[in-house]
């Protein structure tokens, strides 16, 4: 829903989400919703935008995303802190024959280990 499309705005609306507890709500709507895929989609979609950092730089013959300088890495680690990579592992373990989860899930786990070391530590962490 909302804090999905607001996340993926410019990086002041990725903050203010962010500053808001943003990241700890979707975590907490995912707890206490795990059997609800539509709101576990949500979820990893708006942990995806709240931990996206990355430009798209086009070098033929793809388009290539690249880390781009700046706050992400801490807005990366801000959902980490809250839980992210554990929520979407464990929504991507509930309800694994959803492509569409699975695909944002995806996503939300690549942007948070963009981050730094204890980023991508939390990933792996997360299983």
């Known amino acids: 829903g909302a ?3 607001m996340a ?4 002041a609306c990725k903050q203010a989400v962010l500053g808001a507890g943003g990241a700890a709500a979707v975590v907490a709507a995912m707890g206490r919703h795990a059997a609800d ?10 942990l995806q ?10 070098h033929p013959p793809w388009p290539l995303a690249v880390p781009v300088s700046g706050s992400s890495d801490a807005r990366m680690q801000a959902v980490v802190d809250a839980g992210g990579a554990s929520a979407v592992v464990a929504a991507m373990d509930g309800h694994a024959a959803d492509v569409e989860l699975q695909m944002d899930g995806c996503g939300a ?7 730094g070391d204890a980023c991508k530590q ?5 299983g």
């Open 3 to 5: 804090l999905w499309t």
């Open 8 to 11: 993926g705005g410019s990086d």
């Open 37 to 46: 895929v539509e709101l576990q989609r949500a979820g990893c979609g708006a």
């Open 49 to 58: 935008n709240m931990a996206f950092g990355w430009g798209l730089a086009v």
């Open 109 to 115: 786990l690549r942007n948070m280990a963009a981050g």
């Open 122 to 126: 939390a990933v792996v962490d997360a």
